[in-house]
């Protein structure tokens, strides 16, 4: 059993990584168009030991980063962006898969994630790259298409050749699927380069990442910082819950919300989280009604009293649509006002970061290794 260092900035972070939407098309190129592009992220994280640290940064993260690709664009469709989480390394995992458990498969649901997240606990063990990468490749739904932007980010420092599976084999496995593998050494770059972390992502395309494990990331505070965090809060009145996912749909965004609200102010989490509430990315059509109602295949007609909120069952069904119509307005124009400060904040954060030395935490070196890699998929990030 090893003890590791801290990881002190956000892997999963990562994942999150990138967040967008929407898109159309005309005749045979448009109706490949018609299907929104394809960013799909795997996350591994090792959970053995002392790694409360890259938790930690993980849960403050995750909105930041992948707030920083709201604006992404692939021939000026903003791609949908699904992500998996995968922990290995703990003793209380199962020893015969490897100490190795998928959390979650792709998915667009960005409070999961963050739930997930939150309940994650550490525990010695042996960790096993080549395993959990293996696992990765194989067992998720990657897309078929040739500029879908698929990529794996793996997490820690002790030696990537460790376990009964080969990392060569299935670095070299992922990159001919087209998935690129991303390796972050917490740690001296020497010790990474020793240990095979550079080699890995060498055979996979990848970037070999090293973070500064003791710089903690902090957020650089914004006027618009607090007019943000309360806008954010007062969308969910807009969120409409129903069916049977409705109340455990909700309850989790709430619950997020409290999370991330309990995080170190200096993290910057509840500005991000509300950042991302106002964009294309945080989507909920298994539970809202709001988001629902955009899907092409959703009829509110279908729907029974019962599966209404309870101030909608005695409505007539234009009530209904007029309802959810209003609720939908109202969103859109909350996330107006957040945007509109955003934009202020960006101008201001950005002169904050002219003045400040700039540090390799892993914010940083995730975001330059995704817009580099991206760019080679045809996206374009403003």
Known sequence: MKTKSHFTTSLTAIALAVSLATGAGESTAAAKKSQRPLVQIAILLDTSNSMDGLIEQAKSQLWKISNEFIKARQEGVAPEVQVALYEYGKSTLKQESGWIRQILPLTTDLDKVSEELFALRTNGGEEYCGWVIQRAVEDLEW????????????AGNEPFTQGPVNYAKSCKAAITKGIIVNTIHCGS?????????????DLADGKYLVIDQNRAVVSIEAPQDKEIARLGVEINQTYLAFGRA????????????????????????????????????????????????????????????EELPAGMQKMSLEERKAYIEKNSQERAQLQTKINQLNAEREKFVAQRMKEAAGANTLDAVVISAVREQGEKRNFTFK
Request: aromatic content about 8%.
């Open 143 to 154: 897309s078929p298409a040739a500029d879908a932007y698929k990529v794996i980010f793996i």
């Open 189 to 201: 770059e020497a010790v990474g380069v020793n240990t095979k972390w550079k080699d890995g992502a």
């Open 246 to 305: 409705g109340g455990e749909g909700a309850k989790r965004q709430a619950m997020q919300d409290a999370n991330v609200a309990a995080l170190a102010p200096a993290s910057g989490a509840v500005v991000q989280r509300s950042l991302a509430k106002a964009s294309a990315n945080y989507v909920n059509s298994s539970w809202d009604l709001v988001d629902a109602a955009k899907q092409k295949d959703f009829e509110v007609t279908k729907l029974k009293a």
